[in-house]
């Protein structure tokens, strides 16, 4: 009988044993099981989200789950997350029982790629089940919820990119870690952070790092920043950003503070101090840079415009405030003796440029408005003030609707000053032609543009510059008009780099006057460049707005509306300059000539000193040069071909060259015949005789300027 019984406990101690190791075989697959049918449908419920699940490892006390994707509705192309591995410690015995205890957590290279747009964002909603609540705004039941927290969550590796479509606002951290404990105690460092506007603006952050109870996250939320960048515009850069935000005194108000330098200089040049709200949308920050010379900056500098930086000095503060969705600012800059040069700008370093402004304006985020109240600018005793709106696309409209296009207006106003006054708080570097020139009377200005770029040829630009009101007293010799109202003498361009002196007049034998001119010349060049030439005061202003809607369309500047008169003043008075610097004088001098001479010697002026090809200066040389013939004998279709190489005439001679024209100036010749026609310039005779007349060279019989001339050009 004991021996029967030691037979069936030893065989009930086998079977045991072999359920035991049977289980343990099985424990892996059962707790795979567990987690992809209990656990994760659990998850998906809680987070709103669909979970996928590459792969399930479990063992003792250990899981690790891999490529887990989480994704939802509201993901635009890539899934809210993406996980290669996350790895649980839990206690094994009691989990044989039911008894989950789960220790540390850690998840290796999370990948977030939240979006936000006019139609949702697929993250709030998550944040709110997270947080205990459901979509009405109640306590989220979560689909039963999981209820087991870690002893402790380390997140290492992780990347985000948060899109905000709606504002153009792109959020980039290539080095996320992070570390949460079961008592509330969080740890977040974002590295390599970068804020991205569609405006241009931009930020750039070393590391910030976010400490908090969660428990009371609103209390003692601490958020540190180091080594950032703020890129305000090209050549502008905050930089040395470090600061903090902690919690203040009201329950949910943090309090901002924040310093840093330009451009990588040393030391502290700028603060700012303030306040946010992040649950009313509301705050305020004060940007302060007490005064200091550029000499701090100097390594910011040194590939800049700027000249001489100890001279120059600076102060500014702006003023930022948040509040339903509009951003306010105002501020005021005071800047004195700067110097900047660039070969584009002027010929030489322009000096003590001094001012005092003052802005101020909100941006809607909403609506996407940026509104300029106004922004005024005080120089040598002129004061300026413009104001304006910028309305970009996908801003909501007053009536609901989304914007399309976008939408531009601006007013600038000078108010009354004497001429003189205006004229000295140009630097005299900057209008170096202009210096000299005594005013008297009263100057003004105020004029206005709007464009719609769902409409371009709807738009408007009006107002006057009220130069009319000045007169000059004094001229300096070189622009004097009584010197041009006779004969003078003209340099001009004989070859590269080379200039000779010629005379408009009499004297030379190159020249010749206005009634000794086709009139078909004269009727195509003002078709072409000038049509309202005998009717205008030298600026055609129904051409400032042709041709900023034709630039508008092009999407750059392109097209001009120089007169014939302001042609004049480039080619004979400024034609050494190529600066910015030169168009100011150019519209000054325009004017001036205008209200001295009289139209005939303006145009008179203009034929015989502006170039027909590579050194050929003046309409008389020009007529023999191309046709073998005076002036006064050229028919509509040489006059026409005239036109048709302006502005560009070293380019286009080589079609004399090769005695042949090109397409291009063939559909152009066409064009200005035609349009010599329609405006009464050519007869029903002479415009069909010229549809007849080819257009025949006059034989280079020398050939030495295109042979031996033209290729100096460096034109082929």
Known sequence: MRRRWLLIGGAATGLCLCAVLFFFALYGHIGAWVLSSKVVPKLEARLGRDVEVGSIDVRRGKAVLRDVVIKGPGDKGAPLARIDRVEAEFAFWPSLVGDVQIGRVQVDGVRVAAVRSREGDNFSDLID???????????????????????????????VQMRDLADGLTLVSEGVEATAKRDGQLSVTLGDLALLTSLGPYASVQHVVVTADSKRALETTVVQVGGGEVHLWPGMVLTGLT????????????????????????????????????????????????????????????????????????????????????????????????????????????????????????????????????????????????????????????????????????????????????????????????????????????????????????????????????????????????????????????????????????????????????????????????????????????????????????????????????????????????????????????????????????????????????????????????????PMELGPVEAVFFSSILPAPKKRYKQFCKDKLSSWTEKKMERILATMYKRERLTDEEYQLAQMTPLVFQPDKSGDFCHKKYPKWGIK
């Not at 979509?135 to 870690?150: D, T, V, Y």
Request: with cysteine; net charge neutral.
């Open 243 to 630: 600061g903090k935000v902690t919690q203040g005194e009201k329950p949910g108000q943090f309090v901002i503070e924040f310093s840093g330098g330009y451009g990588g200089a040393q030391g502290t040049l700028w603060k700012a101090s303030g306040w946010l709200d992040p649950r009313a949308a509301a705050g305020s920050l004060l940007v302060k840079a007490d005064r200091f010379t550029f000499d701090r900056i100097a390594p910011v500098l040194e590939q800049s415009m700027v000249r001489d930086f100890a001279k120059t000095a600076i102060n500014a503060e702006l003023r930022l405030d948040l509040a339903d969705e509009v951003l306010s600012y105002k501020g005021m800059v005071d800047l004195g003796g700067l110097n900047l040069f660039h070969p584009m700008l002027s010929e030489s370093t322009v000096r003590d440029i001094s001012f005092r402004g003052n802005v101020e304006g909100s941006y809607d985020r909403k609506a996407r408005v940026m509104r300029l109240v106004k922004a005024e600018l005080d120089s040598r005793g002129v004061n300026a003030s413009l104001a304006g709106t910028l309305e970009l696309p996908d801003g909501i409209e007053p009536d609901g609707s989304v914007r399309r296009f976008r939408r531009f207006d601006a007013r600038l106003v000078i108010p009354a000053v004497p001429c003189q006054t205006m004229l000295d708080a140009i630097p005299g570097e900057l209008v170096p032609h202009l210096v000299g020139f005594k005013m008297t009377g009263t100057f003004a200005t105020d004029v206005s543009v709007d464009v719609d770029w769902a409409d371009l040829q709807a738009t408007q630009l009006g107002g006057s510059v009220g130069i009319r009101g000045c007169k000059v007293k004094k001229a300096p010799e070189e622009m004097d008009a009584k010197r041009l109202s006779h004969s003078f003498d003209h340099e001009v361009e004989v070859a590269p780099d080379k200039w000779e002196k010629i005379t408009i007049g009499p004297e030379s034998k190159d020249y010749v006057p206005i009634e000794e001119i086709s009139p078909f010349l004269m009727n195509s060049l003002m078709t072409t460049e000038d049509s309202s030439f005998y009717r205008h005061r030298g600026f055609i202003t129904r051409e400032f707005r042709t041709a900023l809607i034709k630039n508008l369309e092009a999407g750059y500047f392109r097209y001009g509306a120089s007169s014939i008169t302001m042609q004049m003043v480039k080619n004979v008075l400024l034609y050494r300059d190529k600066t910015l610097a030169r168009k100011l004088q150019e519209l000054f001098l325009t004017w001036y000539l205008e209200s001295e001479l009289d139209k005939d010697r303006i145009l008179e002026i203009y034929v015989n000193a502006i170039e027909y090809g590579p050194g050929l200066y003046g309409i008389k040389p020009a007529a023999f040069q191309y046709f073998g013939k005076a």
């Open 129 to 159: 089940r997270l947080r205990g609540k459901d979509a009405g705004g109640g306590a989220s039941k979560g689909g039963g919820g999981l209820g087991i927290r870690p002893e402790v969550l380390v997140v290492r590796g992780g990347t």
